[in-house]
């Protein structure tokens, strides 16, 4: 999709946690205002203010929405590739251990094993 996805996803994060600390700031304003019984026009524009703001939220969530998906994408093939990796490994342990365990068996050689062992 897009080269600079990580960059893009920083953006919009940073774009929305910005929106909601209006929103928390105006939320501050609004409890204030509620508790001092201040006018009803007041806290009607608070309140037009914050449904504005959620709108802006709502819009960056949608523009960001194909950059999420991609992410979570790119996130899941990498896992992916990474348990992938981590079995192997493991799987590449036991067939060492299996090898020096026939190296020992077949009574070979304390150099060959040593050799072995320094090449893991």
């Known amino acids: 999709m897009t080269v600079n996805l990580p960059e893009l996803l920083r953006d919009s994060l940073n774009s929305q946690l910005s929106i909601y600390k209006e929103i928390h700031a105006l939320q501050n304003d609004l409890l204030r205002d509620l508790d001092s019984k201040n006018e009803l026009d007041k806290i009607m524009g608070l309140l037009e203010k914050k449904n504005a703001l959620l709108d802006k939220v709502r819009a960056e969530n949608s523009r960001s929405a194909p950059f999420v998906d991609e992410w ?36 070979q050689s304390k150099n060959r094993i040593d050799a072995f062992r320094a090449l893991r």
Not at 73 to 100: C, F, G, S
């Open 72 to 107: 979570v994408k790119i996130k899941k093939e990498i896992e992916d590739m990474i348990t992938e990796i981590e079995k192997l490994v493991l799987e590449l342990r036991v067939q060492d251990e299996a090898m020096l365990q026939r190296f020992d068996q077949e009574s």
